[in-house]
């Protein structure tokens, strides 16, 4: 290291710090500065005498495997953790969200009716289903591809997964209420003509027995 | 009451005619020519004490207030405007001073002289007790001017995994909306007693063609309307709004003899 | 520390990694971040069965006499350079915003008085508090709201922040400056004016309960 010879030169005027206080005051600088400092600028700031260059050797030698390094960038001196403990630096955040109405109406057509195909949910959800919510689905693992119905075109089906059950707590997509139920449970508000309604009900045992049946008609 | 604020009252006595010194009178000036730079009444009361050269705890209050009444006669002499504050302390001083030196008057309710005055020592050795400290933590080593944070911190990268929630009611409830969509009509008012002006006018323009005489307008109603008189009333008034719009349209005449008499109608002859 | 007993029940679950290991996490991510990190932070951070509390007792000692320092501030960990050190850092020394006189006074106050009215500044002071003295102060984040006072009009109170702490190289409030003197002198008692209803003496006896207790344990 060239510069550790200028200071001895100068020795005789001031006595300089011992090199153990030296490697503090490279400690600090390296520490506190936004950016990495020179030989040559460590030398600057500190008293008359030093020898920067020693001093980071000694400094270097005592961060060997600690999680923080002396690096060197370019002809600069900088302190960074230790790359094997950059797993530290990360912070995993759980965001949790509400599902969209559109997933959840999807999500319930799929489970009530399934195997559907997405013909079938846009026929009864009244709106077509956006590829979005059956990638968000299929994402999640809530829904997967069924097998193809024997129709014209042989479209792909959905079903819901064992994902979807224990996410809901359920034991299989049949213990889903019916309409009836869902009624005398209050999630229904508004009254339909009671034959709608129990035509409905029988709709889904119906489709309990053979739900395939249920769209083939 | 502490032993210091007895010590303080045997100083007020010995101050009764005690005449303040030209050192006293001098630093009492000073303070005058900078009103400004206080910090209030008891800042200017602090000043004033230090010209006592004692300790806090011993203050002569009496004297204290002395000080204070003088360099509110000097700023007035001056003419130097003196914040309201600084002359309710002076009044305060002036009641203060006037306690301390008439005897106590024992059917005098409220506090004496001397609780006054060992509080408003109190309140001296508070400000300047915190005045001290204050300097002591601005003293201490302080963040960014003797002590230093890391110059580079590595910002911690934020992974975001977003998971989705739905609840089995939210499940239903949704199922729900979907399968009872379709059963909602829009709210109407059900108005089965009620005949409409429209009505009327179809069911008479059917009749009026008829009618070349005076004709009392109520044997226009529909034989179904003449029984329930809640039906009858809405029908009556259905049939005079529509004959009134047959009079405008120019194909009926309208009469009444008098108050309360049947009104009648007939059919208009197209004489043009 | 609280935290010492946790990681110990779950070890049979999982090996955390050895204390020297953990210290080096500790170690990098005090020297990563600029902003103070409490034991929580840390052992959510690093692995499984890790006790922050205990390989940062470790780390203060290691740094012990270096010439950056791991300083306690408020409930979190810090890493600082010494203060002996400071000539070195005329370049990272921040131009803060002089305080006022008043502006001192007051944040003395609210440190040695906490939780404290504006009333009993004002009280304290003998003269009203501006606006602008306790805005600038919050904008400082050195001082913040505290619950409000059970007193007639339920007054907001004033208290320092950790933010202030941190300033000012202070480990908690209690360890301000000369606050042990000042309150066997009786001077940080909320003495009332003589002239005050007895009603209102019983008030400030409560209030008096209230400070003590923020500053004991």
């Known amino acids: 290291m060239s510069d550790t010879q200028t200071p001895e030169i ?22 506190a500065s936004a950016d990495p400092v020179t030989i040559a600028e460590l030398n600057a700031r500190m008293p008359h005498g030093c020898d920067a260059g020693e001093a980071l050797v000694h400094l270097q030698k005592r961060y060997e495997g600690r999680g ?86 042989r479209p792909v089906t959905f079903v819901v997964t064992p994902d979807f059950l224990d996410q809901f707590g359920l034991e299989s997509a049949r213990d889903l209420p019916g309409l009836k139920e869902l009624r005398s449970a209050g999630l229904l508000e508004n009254r339909p003509p009671p034959s709608l309604s129990d035509a409905l009900d029988e709709e889904r045992e119906d489709s309990d027995e053979n739900q395939t049946e249920l769209f083939e008609e | 009451m502490t032993p210091d604020t007895t010590e303080t009252a045997k100083d007020w006595d010995g101050d009764a005619r005690e005449r303040l010194s030209v050192e006293d009178r001098m630093a009492a000036e000073a303070l005058i020519v900078d009103v400004d730079g206080y910090e209030g009444p008891l800042d200017i009361l602090l000043s004033l004490s230090r010209t006592q050269k004692v300790d806090l705890r011993k203050i002569s209050v009496l004297q204290l207030a002395r000080q204070y009444l003088l360099f509110v006669e000097r700023a007035k002499e001056l003419r130097l405007e003196l914040a309201a504050d600084y002359l309710v302390m002076a009044a305060w001083l002036a009641f203060l001073k006037s306690r301390l030196l008439l005897p106590p008057d024992p059917t005098e309710e409220g506090p004496s002289g001397e609780e006054l005055a060992a509080h408003l020592a109190f309140q001296l050795e508070r400000l300047q007790a915190m005045r001290d400290v204050a300097a002591r933590l ?11 944070v890391r110059g580079i911190p590595e910002v911690i990268e934020r992974v975001r995994k977003v998971t989705y929630s739905a609840t089995l009611l939210d499940l239903m409830q949704g199922y729900a909306r979907i399968r009872t969509r379709d059963e909602f009509r829009p709210f109407v008012m059900d108005r089965d007693a009620v005949y409409t002006m429209e009505e009327a006018l179809g069911h008479m323009r059917g009749l009026i063609g008829f009618s070349g005489k005076w004709t009392d307008i109520s044997s226009y109603l529909p034989e ?47 004489s043009e």
């Open chain 1, 10 to 31: 100068e020795e005789s005027l001031f006595e300089a710090p011992p090199i153990a206080e030296q490697e503090r005051m490279v400690e600090a600088v390296l520490f």
């Open chain 1, 68 to 153: 923080v390094h002396v690096i060197k960038t370019g002809n600069a001196y900088a302190m960074r953790t230790a790359g094997d403990l950059s797993f530290l630096m990360q912070k995993e955040t759980v965001e949790t969200r509400k599902l969209s109405r559109a997933a959840i109406e999807t999500l319930a057509i799929i489970a009530y009716h399934q195997p559907v195909t997405r013909a079938e949910i846009e026929e009864i959800r009244g709106v077509s289903v956006s590829r979005g919510t059956v990638d968000q689905l299929l994402e999640m693992e809530w829904i997967r591809f069924g097998r193809r119905k024997m129709t014209p075109g």
């Open chain 2, 138 to 148: 601005m003293a201490r080593d302080r963040l960014g001017r003797d002590f230093f």
């Open chain 2, 224 to 270: 179904d309307w003449q029984k329930d008189p809640i039906k009858r009333r809405s029908a009556t008034a259905a049939t005079f709004a529509a004959s009134l719009e047959l009079v405008k349209e120019g194909k009926a005449e309208l009469r009444q003899s008098g108050l309360f008499e049947p009104i009648e109608l007939r059919r208009r002859e197209q």
